[in-house]
């Protein structure tokens, strides 16, 4: 936890909240970064809760919560004009805890469960922030039927996030292609050849994955495979990534692609410069990677009005 979040609870229910905080650090190994947001999303719900109640709720109220409460909640948010995937996430988050005490038979609640997530209009694909990147990797295990294909999904997700892969590329790989010391080599569009640095928490995902495989993979051979040990197909890892969506509560532009505009998005936030971002993308023209220079003045926008003090009036 970066710093300890109160919560407007009563003390029975805090012990439970810190029990719950135990359960997704030390058993779903969420990172510091996910288990921060959650907290947060959580301590939301209370603050609302108890002003809602007129007092401070309980174990009984989280019980005999009806569906106006966690409506209300929602709609509280929204007239505060938070954006949707961020009340969908305060709402997974909730539904979260609820599952958790559920699981441990401290409260059962149905109401909780006929709440529905706002949905948000399709839009193209976009970077995601990097909260919600790290959430998508931290969970990224918990959608396959067994531990290793888990497992894989994670060091898809990983590569696709920590490489700028397509996810043609990512797929494409074979064992030989990660054997070259700290480099991932990579054959793009019109299999021009490219190599991308990889970093040692990739290569530990890369290293858990092939450890827990069933199939002996070989030189020459696919690096990621599916359930009969063929080539892994683009549309499972799709299918993975709509479930780790719904269950974030993110939009529809969450896709593979949408890892690799992330990568190039952040890189650009943290000062790379537009040329070594587009040798790693394996972009042919430099016109093709300033497109993120646009995604950055957008942020620079949106931060500049939210903080100038002539916007404040």
């Avoid at 989280?62 to 966690?70: C, D, G, M, T, V």
């Avoid at 590329?169 to 054997?179: H, K, P, Q, Y």
């Avoid at 790693?280 to 300033?290: D, I, K, P, R, V």
């Amino acid at each position: 936890m970066k710093q300890e979040i109160r919560y407007n609870a009563s003390k029975e229910v805090i012990e439970l909240i810190k029990r719950w905080q135990a359960w997704l650090r030390d058993e779903r190994r969420y990172s510091v970064h996910t288990l921060d947001a959650y907290c947060r999303d959580l301590s939301c719900f209370f603050v609302f809760a108890q002003e809602y109640l007129d007092h401070t709720p309980t174990l009984a109220d989280l019980q005999k919560a009806e569906i106006r409460l966690f409506r209300a909640f929602l709609s509280s948010r929204a007239a505060r004009h938070i954006e949707k995937s961020s009340v969908a996430r305060e709402l997974s988050t909730l539904k979260n805890f609820y599952h958790w005490l559920a699981r441990n038979n401290i409260v059962e609640n149905p109401a909780i469960e006929v709440i529905s997530s706002p949905r948000r209009a399709k839009v193209l694909p976009r970077a995601l922030d990097v909260y919600d990147a790290f959430n998508v990797l931290d969970i990224a295990k918990d959608f396959s039927k067994k531990e290793w294909q888990g497992l894989r999904d994670v060091a898809i997700f990983t590569i696709l996030y920590g490489c700028g892969l397509r996810i043609s590329e990512a797929l494409s790989l074979n064992l030989d292609d990660i054997n070259h010391n700290d480099f991932l080599k990579i054959k793009g569009k019109g299999n021009k050849e490219r190599l991308v640095p990889l970093l040692p928490v990739i290569k530990e995902k890369i290293a858990a994955y092939l450890a827990a495989c069933p199939y002996n993979i070989k030189s020459g051979e696919a690096l990621f495979l599916g359930a009969r040990g063929e080539r892994l197909s683009p549309r499972i890892v799709q299918r993975t990534l709509e479930k780790i969506r719904a269950y974030l509560g993110l939009s529809d532009n969450l896709t593979p692609h949408a890892l690799r505009h992330s990568f190039a998005t952040h890189l650009l936030a943290n000062g790379t410069d537009l040329r070594t971002i587009q040798e790693l993308l394996g972009h042919a023209s430099l016109s093709t990677t300033q497109r993120y220079t646009d995604v950055q003045i957008e942020t620079l926008q949106k931060e500049y009005r939210k903080a100038h003090p002539l916007e404040q009036d």
